[in-house]
T-cell receptor, first 116, second 112 residues
Framework: DAGVTQSPTHLIKTRGQQVTLRCSPKSGHDTVSWYQQALGQGPQFIFQYYEEEERQRGNFPDRFSGHQFPNYSSELNVNALLLGDSALYLC???????????????FGPGTRLTVL | SQELEQSPQSLIVQEGKNLTINCTSSKTLYGLYWYKQKYGEGLIFLMM?????EEKSHEKITAKLDEKKQQSSLHITASQPSHAGIYLC????????????FGPGTSLSVIP
């Protein structure tokens, strides 16, 4: 089992550019969540995808968008990059929750995005 | 202020010493999770606590959730260099569809 994989590992962009990050969930998982982790801080929830739709969203601007494909893999897109978008972007996958119990989230290694 | 607070912010201990990391929530916790993160890497799930008063152990790491479900502690016995990293507590809200709210993390260094 490959676990959660993310690509690319590292990425350098300049302000104003657009970026796409990719995530493949753990085998058997159909829910994907994205988190942003700035240096020295805990991860902040961006959004979650389930059945190819955004199910929940954190406090992030519309510049952050995503997509989930039929094979459950997901993309995170960020437009008009700002210096403050520099962070480690983490993807987590899990089984669907019934709302009454927690399903452990498995995290990928992350993509380190640097905006210059 | 953050919904989850962790203390201390950072910790340096001698190998073999015991240590405790605390996580305090401003709201009642539905579930409390502890993760470990090596610097710049993904998160490794350690354990999850749901019931007030619950205590779980894995190898030399023990976590407890207090009766009121608003505070948790992570205790490491006889620390080793392999324990070094960032320890993050995360909270689950009952209707959050597994969205985890994380604390700021505690950085642990273990000196051989």
């Amino acid at each position: 089992d490959a676990g959660v994989t993310q690509s690319p590992t590292h990425l350098i962009k300049t302000r104003g550019q657009q970026v796409t990050l990719r995530c493949s969930p753990k085998s058997g998982h159909d829910t994907v969540s994205w988190y942003q982790q700035a240096l020295g801080q805990g991860p902040q929830f961006i959004f979650q995808y389930y059945e190819e739709e955004e199910r929940q969203r954190g406090n992030f601007p519309d510049r952050f968008s995503g997509h989930q494909f039929p094979n459950y893999s997901s993309e995170l897109n960020v437009n008009a990059l700002l210096l403050g978008d520099s962070a480690l972007y983490l993807c987590a996958s899990s089984l669907p929750s019934g709302g009454s119990s927690y399903n452990e989230q498995f995290f990928g290694p992350g993509t380190r995005l640097t905006v210059l | 202020s953050q919904e989850l607070e962790q203390s201390p912010q950072s910790l340096i201990v001698q190998e073999g010493k015991n240590l405790t990391i605390n996580c305090t929530s401003s709201k009642t916790l539905y579930g409390l999770y502890w993760y470990k993160q090596k610097y710049g890497e993904g998160l490794i799930f350690l354990m999850m606590l749901q019931k007030g008063g619950e205590e779980k152990s894995h190898e030399k790491i023990t976590a407890k959730l207090d009766e009121k479900k608003q505070q948790s502690s992570l205790h490491i016995t006889a620390s080793q260099p392999s324990h070094a990293g960032i320890y993050l507590c995360g909270a689950d809200r009952e209707t959050s569809y597994d969205k985890v709210i994380f604390g700021p993390g505690t950085s642990l260094s273990v000196i051989p």
